[in-house]
């Protein structure tokens, strides 16, 4: 644990000026830091962000790196989306400058509990329901992370929270040294980043940071149905503190409820997380897609281990709809329905959406290529796609791997891939995106394509 007060004269160099450095930088000047901001952006990429720390006493260094400027310097930060291997900040480590990663550096700071929510797929969606059952409970959360809201604003804000729940990517878990979550929840583990990445591997090995730290006091959350997730529950690392298991398969209830969990039978999820076994119902739950059954029970013996109560809880269960831009209902034009799933920006994720539809479904797919292998969707694809659109820049990769498997069409635009989806439907048809790529090719962020999605598709007579 750090105090504040030591940030106060202290050299510090952000890198990076999206959203996180923006508030890491307003975070230090609040504590008397020095601060400088590097981008290799130039100023005029980087209007947005500059209006938003106008009058901010900060050094600015835009259209590229110096090593004098990396020199003079007690710190750097790294955005989460700033690579950690680029040659400028081995020379500064080279040369005595200790280099961090935001998370890692604001978490130093935090006294509260942490619950850290990672994997491929399913995390915000968990940090969601999380954050409602404690809500519902009457507890004081603060949520943030890779949900948006750096952790710094936290920090910043200093409004105290009693628990805090952090969606944690990858990236952020890169540069992990010290940080102890009181609890870890494991979604799952698939292919994904893999232009950040160069084999899954390094992908896994970054995820694998996060139990670095465990202990007697740390309860890990995890889903016996991934054979990834499963295996990283051997290291030993995670065997210092408690494990429990979530799983759908009902065969392993007898074995789940012995050592603590949460099982799916039927339409009933069953939870111990002590002496007795608990009941909740999802008779009347309202989302789309058992992979969300996961994120429930993960989400239920988070909560549960900071006071959640039972009736909160069902009541949330009770009226969860699911989140903006994963599976999302749209709306129904000609017998025809529309489902935006912007989120799914990887294979496992696409993977997840069809398992959702039974058939007569016209997916639209595509966006920045970052190289991963669609060949898992190629007996989705053919057993339930009737026609499948590519757009974008990985349009040609997915094409290669499993564009033979449905009628397929390569698309110049995206609002042309929307409007020849809706001519390519009939009566009982979905028209489902889920791009299974990130969308930085034609947009800011899943949500802007999300949103651009749905605008078109409510234009639809």
């Known amino acids: 644990m750090h105090n504040l007060s030591e940030l106060s004269g202290k050299r510090i160099l952000v890198v990076g000026m999206a959203k996180t450095g923006v508030s890491m930088a307003r ?21 947005s962000s500059l209006e938003k720390i106008e009058g901010l006493d900060v050094q600015l260094e835009l259209g590229g790196h110096t090593p004098k400027t990396f020199l003079n310097q007690d710190l750097i930060v790294l955005s989460p989306g700033v690579p950690p291997h680029l040659k400028i900040f081995d020379y500064a480590r080279s040369q005595g400058v200790k280099v961090t990663g935001e998370f890692e550096f604001c978490t130093k700071f935090i006294k509260e509990p942490v619950v850290a929510v990672t994997g491929t797929n399913g995390k915000t969606s968990t940090v969601t329901l999380i954050e409602m059952f404690l809500r519902e409970s009457g507890i004081k959360v ?37 940080f102890t979550p009181k609890n870890i929840v494991f979604t799952n583990l698939a292919e994904n980043h893999l232009d950040r990445y160069r084999t899954m591997e390094e992908y896994v090995n970054a995820k694998r940071r996060i139990f670095l730290n465990t202990n ?16 990283l529950a051997r290291d030993p690392a995670v065997q210092r503190g408690r494990i429990f298991y979530f ?11 012995n050592i603590g969990g949460a099982v799916n039978v039927k339409d009933q999820i069953r939870v111990r997380t002590g002496p007795e076994i608990e009941y909740y119902s999802l008779a009347n739950t309202k989302v789309r897609g058992k992979h969300m059954f996961e994120n429930i029970m993960a989400a239920i013996l988070a ?6 109560k039972h009736e909160a809880i069902q009541r949330v269960i009770d009226r969860f709809r699911g989140i903006p831009h994963r599976l999302e209902y749209v709306r129904r034009v000609g017998g025809v329905e529309f489902y935006n799933d912007s989120k799914a920006t990887n294979v ?3 993977v997840r959406a069809l398992d959702s539809f039974d058939e007569n479904v016209i997916l639209i797919m595509g966006g920045k290529d970052t190289h991963l292998n669609y060949g898992p969707l190629k007996d989705r694809i053919q057993r339930k796609v009737k026609t499948l659109i590519l757009v974008g820049e990985a349009k040609e990769r997915i094409n ?43 947009f800011d962020s899943y949500v802007e394509r999300g949103n651009y999605f749905k605008e078109i598709v409510n234009k639809f007579n």
């Open 216 to 231: 007697q006091g740390t309860t890990s959350i995890l889903n016996a149905d991934d054979n990834a997730v499963v295996e």
């Open 400 to 442: 290669r791997d499993v564009g033979d498997f449905a009628e397929t069409f390569l698309i110049g635009t995206f609002e042309e891939a929307v409007l020849i989806a809706y001519q390519k439907s009939r009566i009982g048809d979905i028209t489902l995106l889920s791009p299974g790529c990130s969308s930085f090719d034609m």
């Open 27 to 47: 975070f230090l000047k609040k504590y008397g830091a020095i601060v400088t901001i590097s981008d290799h952006k130039s100023k005029a990429e980087l209007t």
């Open 142 to 178: 603060w949520v943030g992370g890779n949900t948006g809201t750096p952790l710094s604003e936290y920090l910043t804000e200093n409004d105290p929270a009693q628990v805090l729940i952090c969606e944690v990517s990858s990236f952020m878990l890169e540069h992990l040294e010290g």
């Open 247 to 257: 799983s759908r398969k009902p065969t392993l209830e007898p074995q789940i409820m």
């Open 303 to 308: 909560a549960r281990e900071h006071g959640a």
């Open 348 to 350: 496992h994720a696409v």
